[in-house]
């Protein structure tokens, strides 16, 4: 996993390196840079281009020096060094920049307080006027300047975050923001990136590794963690010799009604692809032969109108009722039944989640290792409206503590908030994936490793990297507009093979 730190614990873990490599802070600035570089040369391989460095009087500006005095030792000639100097105050190793840029021969213009904004010719600006050091919104000569470069509509490079940008904590829905086109991040991934109110001021980010202590960062022992194709590896069992279908669980979907049977088909079918030894789907009659045409391997409960099915619950390795349920008197009592019948972790989804949050009552019979998979919708029917997703994360991973249940957040880079706290960020998944149906099939890829005897949170961590990896691989690299549901649930058994071989 890699840790995702807070801005603070960033500048810990730099003055960490800096002590113990040891590294002056200077050399760490020039590390950094190179590394900004090295990624920016690769990919932006023309030397005529134009380009315009804009920075501010802090060690990101120190950066932008670095930068632009690197990219002119790379022969990138056009290069126009913008200095913001609205504050009094400059950093040593800004200062240490400025002094080995400014006999090479490169244009230097400084920007003063008086508001004049400097005429815009070249192709593509980086932005170096503030990173994470942001400590309060832009305001001023900063804003003017950060709004004057969005009407440019030119593309921008951001040095490890765009100005204007929170790299963690709750950011104003109306703040302004240098719109980045890319920005190169140093060590790893800030936590607001991973949440949707990025989207408007970032279209991409790539991470580049400056070499802090790694020993250092992980004793920090961050709540937050990123996860990796590495990680599920090691989660992941491959399928062993002389094993039979009991070696790999009986899953039961309790879902759907007659006008949302797909919810029941589609997560049966995530939970079968994804290996579960059996799968039964507990449904009304009128959907029994959809399922038996869908999916012939899927076995039936059915249930009729009025009564509860007559369910020996302790023959199921594992549980998950929601999806396409619906809310009326029969689901509730369902959802009541399940819970206090089965004491093993249950998968709650869809509308077992709205029926959790409308009977408040029903959490006293909750089973510990309980996972919920609720959208931004649902968990905020479940926690109470939230202004932001930084205050759903803090909800997400208190709710999860004080339950001990895992919670999982869907969105892009889905969050999986354990018992002990720790929230863990996907990081596969894409937008060709946002069709209905999709989070059915999650909820039965879940259930069939809680089955497979995974423990909670590694089936929500996997199943989740799974679910986005296998929407990856089909829609990536056809460059699909729209993944299908089930057509990603038949993806999984090669998307399982490729990792666990
Ligand atoms: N470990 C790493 O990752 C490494 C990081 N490195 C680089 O350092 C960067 C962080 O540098 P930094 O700490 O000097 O802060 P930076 O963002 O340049 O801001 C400068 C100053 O601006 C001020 N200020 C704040 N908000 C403001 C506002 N709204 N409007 C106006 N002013 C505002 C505030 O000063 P204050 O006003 O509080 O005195 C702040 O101190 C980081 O992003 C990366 O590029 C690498 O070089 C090496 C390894
Ligand atoms: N833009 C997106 N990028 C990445 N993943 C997405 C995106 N949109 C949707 N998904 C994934 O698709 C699933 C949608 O779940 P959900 O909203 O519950 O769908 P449904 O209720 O229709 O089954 C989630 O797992 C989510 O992570
Ligand atoms: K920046």
């Known amino acids: 996993m890699l840790p995702l730190l807070t801005a603070q614990q960033i500048r810990q873990a730099d003055a960490h390196t800096v002590i113990t490599e040891p590294i002056s802070s200077v050399n760490l600035m020039e590390r950094a840079s190179k590394a900004f570089v090295g990624w920016f040369i690769n990919h932006f391989q023309d030397k005529d281009l134009t380009i315009a460095v804009y920075c501010g009087t802090g060690n990101n500006g120190g950066d932008g020096l670095a930068i632009a005095r690197m990219l002119y030792d790379h022969r990138y000639l056009n290069i126009d060094v913008k200095i913001a100097r ?82 963690d904590g709750e950011m104003a829905a109306d703040a302004t923001v240098v719109k980045a086109d890319l920005v190169i991040t140093f060590q790893q991934p800030k936590l607001n990136f991973l949440l949707p109110e990025s989207a408007p001021h970032i279209n991409c980010w790539e991470v580049v590794n400056i070499g802090l202590d790694e020993g250092f960062v992980q004793s920090l022992e961050s709540s937050y963690q990123f996860v990796s194709e590495k990680d599920i590896k090691s989660i992941l069992k491959p399928r062993k010799r002389f094993s039979n279908k009991g070696t790999y669980g009986h899953a039961l979907i309790i879902a759907g009604q007659a006008k949302t049977m797909g919810a029941a088909l589609l997560s049966s079918a995530g939970s079968a692809y994804a290996g579960a030894g059996l799968t039964t789907a507990c449904i009304p009659e009128s959907g029994l032969t959809a399922l038996n045409t869908y999916l012939p391997e899927l076995m039936a409960i059915i249930r009729k109108e009025g009564a509860l099915p007559d369910v020996n619950w302790e023959q199921f390795t594992a549980i998950a009722i929601g999806p396409g349920l619906g809310k009326d008197t029969a689901a509730l009592n369902l959802l009541t039944a399940v819970f206090e019948n089965y004491n093993k972790p249950i998968v709650v989804d869809a509308d077992a989640l709205n029926l959790l949050a409308e009977n408040t009552s029903l959490w006293q019979n909750v089973p510990e290792g309980t996972i919920l998979t609720p959208h931004m919708k649902e968990f905020d029917r479940l926690f109470g409206k939230h202004n932001n997703w930084w205050q759903r994360l803090q909800t997400a991973t208190k709710m999860a503590a004080k339950h001990h249940i895992c919670i999982v957040l869907k969105n892009d880079y889905t969050m999986v908030a354990t018992p002990d706290g720790k929230a863990y960020f996907n990081s596969t998944s894409n937008a060709a994936m946002a069709t209905g149906g999709m989070g059915d099939v999650l909820t039965g890829i879940i259930t069939s490793l809680l089955a497979q005897k995974y423990s909670p949170q590694d089936a929500c961590i996997a199943g989740v990297y799974l679910h986005g990896k296998a929407g990856d691989e089909l829609a990536t690299p056809n460059r699909m507009n729209v993944v299908l549901p089930g057509r990603l649930a038949q993806q999984l058994p090669l998307t399982m093979a490729k990792l666990t071989a």
């Open 86 to 167: 609205f504050s009094d105050n400059a950093t040593e190793d800004f200062n240490t920049n400025l002094d080995r840029i400014k006999n090479m021969g490169l244009d230097l213009h400084e920007l003063k307080r008086d508001g004049v904004l400097p005429a815009e010719n070249a192709s593509i600006l980086i932005d170096a006027l503030l990173g994470s050091g942001l400590n309060k919104p832009l305001s001023g000569d900063y804003e003017q300047l950060a709004q004057h470069i969005n009407a440019l509509n030119k593309t921008v490079v951001a040095v490890d975050v765009p100005t204007g940008f929170l790299p």
